[in-house]
Nanobody, 124 residues
């Protein structure tokens, strides 16, 4: 079983950048496909991005494509989400998640382990 802790959230002006980190413990993150999701107020948890175990393949929601970049450093047991050109509509709690599956999933039910989330607020 793996434990996940997100960090890096905060308040930023529109157009700014943040880098989220998801640190894993308990088990090496290299055995998991990793994903980032977000939940805006009064909305469901939405898929943001995912990365396969080796990091060879990445996937993005259309709303963040070209602005966000997911990466992983298996040696540091950490997954990152670089967020550029942030918009007010990116405001949400961001969660990282781990799946033992080789295939990525844009569905939250495809992930077995979740962090507690980190708040990202983008001011207009």
């Amino acid at each position: 079983q793996v434990q996940l802790v997100e960090s890096g959230g905060g308040l930023v002006q529109a157009g700014g950048s943040l880098r989220l980190a998801c640190a894993a413990s308990g088990r090496t993150v290299s055995v998991y496909t990793m994903g980032w999701f977000r939940r805006a107020p009064e909305k469901e948890r939405d898929f943001v991005s995912a990365i396969t175990k080796s990091g060879a393949n990445t996937f993005y929601a259309d709303s963040v494509k070209g602005r966000f970049t997911i990466s992983r450093d298996n040696a540091k047991n950490t997954v990152y989400l670089q967020m550029n050109s942030l918009r007010p509509e990116d405001t949400a709690v961001y969660y990282c998640a781990a799946s033992p599956s080789t295939r990525y999933s844009p569905q939250a039910r495809g992930y077995d382990y979740w962090g507690q989330g980190t708040q990202v607020t983008v001011a207009s």
